[in-house]
Each structure stands twice: as C-alpha cells, then as structure tokens.
C-alpha cells in the first residue's frame, strides 16, 4: 500500500481534515463521550477556522495520510521543549488493520528524533479502550492522569500517555 503523510500547507488541505475529522470523530467517539460533546469540540477544535488557527498562532503542524492517494486521516504536532506532543492521530474506520498507524508511528518518531525531543507525549481518553491498547502495543506506557474542563460543562478525563526515544 502506498501511504504519504505530508505537511497541510493549503486551506483546501485544511477543509479536506476538517471534514475527515467529522466523519472520524462521530464513528469513534460518540460510543465514548457522546454526540453533543463530540458536536463541541469538533466546532471548537476541528473547523477549517479552528485548524487555520492553531496552524498560524499556536505552533500546530498537521499532516494528511494519504493511502493509495486518497485521503485517510491526520496528524497533528506541537514541539514542546523535550517533547512532541501528538495532539491529533486519526485514521477512518475502513482504513485501520492496514499499517498506516505503524507509518505514522514511524514518522513521529522521525519527526521527534529531527527536533531532539526525547518523548512523544499524548493525552487519551481513559474509556478509548482500542487507542489506548494500540498505544501500548506501540511501546507507549501510561505516566499520569489529566482532567481538562473544556469549556460548555465538558471535560476530557484521559490518561498520559509517552513514548521514549532511544538513547541518541
């Protein structure tokens, strides 16, 4: 399978996850955190504004993955001192069990060695059972806990999630 991840450069980019992000969010976690939190954070976080946002003033990077040149899911990164903190790794549905999380892995992990970062830190939901197991399978270990109020009378309660890099 041909799978590329390449930076979002362009607002056409940007609808293109916006919209990948409302198929992907709505199939995964409305079973998990229900339809009207799920409906919040995809205004609050995941519109082409949203995303232009935390692109141009926060940091952001975000990337597409492609497979066979269709679009298949995202990435999204922020460096934070020691650490790449992986915001956004979404794949849809029909396209998981295909090694397209084990190319994204393997990119962060180039993304995080490029900046010197020692972890990819992640944050996941505790009752994301098949996140989580995936995470583990790919070396992540839990090291704490983190309750955010995200506005609304919402909170994400999730676990923190690392993955160390080796010895440079």
């Not at 996850?17 to 992907?24: H, N, P, R, V």
């Not at 504004?49 to 993955?65: H, L, P, R, V």
Request: aromatic share 12%; net charge negative; proline share 2%.
């Amino acid at each position: 399978m041909n799978i590329q991840i390449k930076p979002v450069e362009s607002e056409q980019e940007i609808t293109i996850i916006a919209g990948l992000a409302k198929i992907i969010w709505n199939q995964h976690y409305v079973s998990i955190i229900g339809e009207d939190q799920v409906s919040y954070m995809l205004n609050k976080y995941q519109t082409p504004k949203a995303i232009n946002s935390q692109i141009k003033t926060e940091g952001y990077e975000y990337f597409m993955i492609r497979a066979e040149g269709k679009p298949v899911g995202y990435i999204g990164i922020i460096h934070r001192h020691s650490e790449l903190f992986l915001s956004k790794f979404y794949i849809l549905d029909a396209e998981r069990g295909k090694g397209i999380g084990h190319e994204g892995l393997d990119f962060l992990i180039a993304k995080c060695k490029a900046y010197g970062s020692d972890f990819i830190t992640l944050t996941v939901n505790k009752n994301n059972l098949d996140a989580i197991t995936a995470y583990e399978k790919m070396g992540f270990e839990r090291y704490g806990e983190v309750e955010s109020d995200i506005g609304s009378g919402y909170v994400m309660d999730d676990y923190l999630m690392r993955l160390r890099m080796s010895p440079r």
